[in-house]
């Protein structure tokens, strides 16, 4: 199984990013997926949650109205796009994916996933 992670980069503030998660050797079908961060010297946190239908998202509070999670079955692909980026969304952001089974909106509390990308850092400077 692998999630690679890309796009991401400097912005300055106010600019916009689109993330994208390539997935392979899993059904893309069976699975929830998310986007986490880290930023140095914290925890990992729930950024934004897509439920196992792709159809329901959710996210967290420091990002809503400017973050949009969103799945491409026929890619099999996951895409986080960023606007109106802070210097406080500066982060290494990650591609996960959890087994359908075990999804709930709880998820974006919990930095636990089946599988993780590598992944990317994004940094936003004032």
């Known amino acids: 199984v692998q999630l690679v992670e890309s796009g991401g980069g400097l912005v300055p503030a106010g600019g916009s990013l689109r993330l994208s998660c390539a997935v392979s050797?899993?059904?893309?079908?069976?699975?929830?997926f998310a986007w986490f961060r880290q930023a140095p010297g914290k925890k990992r946190e729930g950024v934004a949650i897509?439920?196992?239908?792709?159809?329901?998202?959710d996210y967290t509070d420091a990002v809503k109205g400017r973050f949009t999670i969103s799945a491409d079955n026929a890619k099999n692909m996951v895409y986080l796009h960023m606007s109106r980026l802070k210097p406080e969304d500066t982060a290494v952001y990650y591609c996960?994916?959890?087994?359908?089974?075990?999804?709930?909106?709880?998820?974006?509390?919990?930095?636990?996933?089946?599988?993780w990308g590598q992944g990317i850092q994004v940094t936003v400077s004032s």
């Open positions: 897509a439920n196992p239908t792709h159809s329901t998202t």
């Open positions: 050797g899993l059904d893309f079908d069976d699975y929830a």
């Open positions: 996960a994916a959890d087994w359908r089974k075990k999804y709930s909106s709880g998820w974006l509390l919990v930095a636990s996933a089946d599988y």
